[in-house]
């Protein structure tokens, strides 16, 4: 049968560690790549560079946050909402220098991402989202945080036997991410957000996993509905951790859409066999 | 239980059945437009006799079936069969466009008034030597294919598809199904491989050209697969195929399908081009189970032979109505999909007739 392991052959990019001041909040991040930047945010486990980050990195500036009371961080129960937390990131990403930015949310960071898109239509150029939670079906699966780390990559996985183990994290700091996911992410249905997001100017590009059982696809829909100008694209065979259960393919269609904005529906792709 | 009628839409002039592909020099358009028409007709036929499906197949480049494309078969159908249910089965979809099997899929169903059946299926090994297909990757394609297949039919926002086989930057099909969600589907689960992702999936099962024997070893693995992922399985879930003719009297019958070459040819399509068969059997496409698959399309002997494992049914019409139920209590198959020996020209139509007037009111009581 071919093969379909994907970390054969590593990426090669190295990612630093550094410390960013916004709104007195000491901000860690991970950063690699040069040229255009992206914004990464987090889901509810925390901070993690996926082989789909390092892809990402090889042809843009990745910049990926740890969101304040995640990790190592002390517990944050400074950032009153969303869009109070989305206002802290913008200042980190304005801290660094930066003027102009795409940003991608996984999960939990989606909702982060999208309020930082909302807060700021001219910086930023384009919204990528990752088995979203910022809107939702009623009676959606637990967020993966919340369970024994077997049972979190049975949800997170589409096959758990190809991932790494997911590295034990301390009890107080799981309890820690676990309180600020659950008091910022919202209702399924937040509506004062929903009305913000229909005049999101910037084109948007929704990942789903077909086989995402904690964000699944038959939500999907809903962000076509609210967002002015979304794109949702269905990653086959891939559950909630979609860039760890495909990174080749998350890296390429977001790498393209971020490129060709929404262009990208028109293949570039060569079909000549043989010259 | 349930008849259908499944005719490939045999070229009836002199060709070459023993190899593939088959050369066309001996091929004659007015022979080919005549096969068309009786299949048009022995369709009709079935129709007005109550089958309950009508089946079309997928096949190319051989004078055994003339419908490489079984979805323009079933469109011409729709001015045909008035009643019946359309069963395409199948589309080989390994080797074809996923979002075009669903669009012609949702056509049709829509120009039956939601009569269809699909059966979506891999295609028998020569096949993927039409369209250039590596045979290697034939299941994978298939599973990723047919998950395509069912979320264009669902999904009704525009969407994009990031797959392994197929990448997709925008869907969204016109006509949609008229049954919702979406048409039945049926896979061929001779696989243990296949009776798993039937399982998972809720699709149901088709056997075809295999003994009931091997047939009913690979039912009940379904059903436990089934049962593994939380449903049952009902009769109507379970496909078998099958030669069939029927005549006045036994001896008849058995002489008239001799005379045919025991209803199922020589040699099966899959055996007929040996170095394509060898080469598709290497490169992994049968499966775990591969010494059970390649026996089972191999399997062929004299007609009694035949009738005892379930291969033809063959007699007089009471003769033929045990033979249904031994494999009924056998496989517990609900739907008979059976392919009458098209050579015998008249005698193929009126085997159609006879079965529809003798048999089926009392197999539909079954």
């Known amino acids: 049968m071919p093969a379909q392991q994907s970390d054969s052959v590593p990426v090669g990019v190295e990612f630093s560690e550094s410390f960013v001041e916004a709104d007195g909040f000491r901000i860690r991040y991970r ?39 995640f990790g190592q961080s002390p517990v944050n129960d400074r950032s009153a909402s969303m869009e109070e ?46 088995g979203p939670a910022a809107i939702r079906l009623p009676n959606q699966g637990p967020p993966p945080g919340r369970l024994a780390p077997e049972r979190a990559a049975e949800l997170l996985y589409a096959h758990p036997d190809r991932q790494p183990p997911i590295p034990p994290l301390a009890p107080e700091i799981v309890a820690k991410q676990i309180a600020l996911s659950a008091r910022l992410l919202g209702p399924p249905r937040d509506e004062p957000f929903e009305a913000r997001l229909r005049a999101l100017p910037m084109p948007v590009l929704a990942l789903f996993g077909t086989h995402d059982r904690v964000t699944p696809p038959a939500g999907a829909h809903l962000f076509r509905e609210i967002l002015p100008n979304c ?39 060569s079909g000549i066999i043989y010259p | 239980m349930k008849a259908a009628l499944f005719c490939t839409t045999r070229y009836d002039g002199p060709a070459s059945h023993s190899v593939w592909p088959a050369p066309g020099d001996t091929y004659s358009a007015q022979w080919a437009e005549r096969s068309m028409q009786t299949t048009l007709e022995r369709f009709r036929l079935a129709d007005e006799m109550g089958f309950d499906w009508v089946t079309v197949a997928e096949h190319h480049f051989a004078p055994f079936s003339m419908t490489p494309n079984p979805m323009v078969m079933a469109a011409a159908l729709t001015n045909v069969v008035k009643r019946a249910k359309v069963a395409i089965l199948g589309p080989d979809i390994p080797i074809l466009d996923p979002v075009r099997v669903a669009e012609e899929i949702a056509m049709v169903d829509t120009l039956t008034q939601g009569r269809v059946i699909a059966g979506l299926m891999r295609g028998s090994p020569n096949e993927y030597v039409t369209y250039n297909t590596n045979p290697a990757e034939s299941r994978e394609r298939f599973e990723e294919s047919l998950q395509l297949i069912k979320m264009a039919w669902t999904e009704r926002q525009p969407f994009g598809w990031q797959g392994r086989y197929y990448e997709y930057r925008t869907i969204c099909i016109w006509p949609r199904p008229l049954q919702q969600p979406h048409p039945p589907i049926y896979i061929s689960t001779a696989s243990p491989e296949s009776g798993e992702f039937a399982a998972r999936l809720h699709l149901g099962a088709g056997f075809a050209f295999t003994t009931v024997q091997i047939a009913s070893q690979s039912a009940k693995y379904y059903r436990d697969q089934c049962r593994l992922n939380g449903w049952e399985p009902s009769a109507e879930n379970i496909i078998y195929r099958l030669a069939m003719h029927v005549a006045p009297t036994d001896e008849q019958a058995i002489e008239e399908m001799r005379e045919a070459g025991g209803g199922l040819p020589s040699v ?17 496409y049968y499966g775990r189970d591969i010494e059970t698959q390649r026996a089972r399309l191999q399997s062929r002997g004299e007609l009694m032979d035949r009738i005892d494992k379930g291969q033809v049914l063959v007699g007089a019409p009471d003769t033929v109505l045990g033979q249904i139920k031994r494999i009924r209590d056998i496989l517990g198959a609900g739907i008979l999909d059976m392919v009458v020996a098209s050579q015998l020209g ?18 539909q009581e079954l």
């Open chain 1, 31 to 69: 950063e690699a790549g040069s040229g255009e930047v992206l914004i990464c945010l987090h889901g509810g486990g925390g901070l993690r560079i996926s082989r789909a980050h390092e892809l990402l990195a090889c042809s843009r500036r990745l910049i990926a946050f740890e969101i304040p009371g």
């Open chain 1, 85 to 130: 937390l989305a206002g802290t990131m913008n200042a980190a990403v304005t801290a660094l220098g930066i003027d102009h930015y795409s940003i991608m949310g996984n999960s939990f960071g989606s909702k982060v991402a999208l309020w930082m898109a909302i807060l700021r239509p001219q910086a930023v150029k384009a919204v990528v989202v990752v």
């Open chain 1, 231 to 269: 794109h949702l694209v269905m990653v086959y065979d891939a559950a909630h951790g979609i860039d760890a259960d495909r990174p080749e393919a998350v890296a390429a269609i977001v790498d393209d859409f971020l490129s060709r904005g929404d262009g990208f529906l028109v293949r570039r792709k």
């Open chain 2, 268 to 284: 099966g399509l899959s055996f007929r081009n040996r170095a394509v068969e060898s080469a598709v059997a290497s490169s992994g």
């Open chain 2, 346 to 363: 008249d005698k193929a139509t009126r085997a159609i007739e006879l079965f529809g007037t003798k048999v089926l009111p009392r197999m």
